[in-house]
T-cell receptor, first 109, second 115 residues
Framework: GQNIDQPTEMTATEGAIVQINCTYQ??????LFWYQQHAGEAPTFLSY??LDGLEEKGRFSSFLSRSKGYSYLLLKELQMKDSASYLC??????????WGAGTKLIIKP | GAVVSQHPSWVICKSGTSVKIECRSL??????MFWYRQFPKQSLMLMAT?????????EQGVEKDKFLINHASLTLSTLTVTSAHPEDSSFYIC???????????FGAGTRLSVL
């Protein structure tokens, strides 16, 4: 079956770095997405990886290893506004997104 | 970037009534749109895939007669929750894919509360 695993909750300190891991199993693969979702709001797109390696975009970076079915989202210089849920989603061969349950990130001062 | 508009953002209704939610792609055409439901502290659950000019594809366990989907044009899909009950209270989100990467652009979501 198709499955996405990511931690339920993580806590980090303002100004620090945090890495959110995601492992996936899908029927075919057309890329790995990370979305940020604040409470009561729709998800907003953060990153997309389809090739192995690291994609850097400002304070956020995303890494993919297709052979390991593994991705991580790296957040640097954490700010209080980064407190949110981070959703990992893999796109299967039918271009359908398979969603993880989300990782709730709590930032402490 | 592409914009998807979803309306209304919040609706409160009485049990037994029907509620219609609209999802519009504002600056691109979408032959497919996705409808999700999200309960508190849970991830997005795909309910159905809306197909322009044909019937929607429903996920297992989703009642077709209760959640009516219409995709009458290339920019508009609607979800109607018929005979709503308190257990239907949830956050409903639509999305539309665009571009070669099939990026999904999300509407702002509709919070439905059934009394």
């Amino acid at each position: 079956g198709q499955n996405i695993d990511q931690p339920t909750e993580m806590t980090a300190t303002e100004g620090a770095i945090v890495q959110i891991n995601c492992t996936y199993q899908t029927s075919g693969f057309n890329g790995l997405f990370w979305y940020q979702q604040h409470a009561g709001e729709a998800p907003t797109f953060l990153s997309y990886n389809v090739l192995d390696g690291l994609e850097e975009k400002g304070r956020f970076s995303s890494f993919l290893s297709r052979s390991k079915g593994y991705s991580y989202l790296l957040l640097k210089e954490l700010q209080m506004k980064d407190s949110a849920s981070y959703l990992c989603a893999a796109m299967d061969s039918n271009y359908q997104l398979i969603w993880g349950a989300g990782t709730k990130l709590i930032i402490k001062p | 970037g592409a914009v998807v508009s979803q309306h209304p953002s919040w609706v409160i209704c009485k049990s037994g009534t029907s509620v219609k939610i609209e999802c519009r792609s504002l600056d691109f055409q979408a032959t497919t749109m996705f409808w999700y439901r999200q309960f508190p502290k849970q991830s997005l659950m795909l309910m159905a895939t809306s197909n322009e000019g044909s019937k929607a594809t429903y996920e297992q366990g989703v009642e077709k007669d209760k959640f009516l989907i219409n995709h009458a044009s290339l920019t508009l899909s609607t979800l109607t929750v018929t005979s709503a009950h308190p257990e239907d209270s949830s956050f409903y989100i639509c999305s539309a894919p665009q571009g070669e990467g099939h990026f999904q652009y999300f509407g702002a979501g509709t919070r439905l509360s059934v009394l």
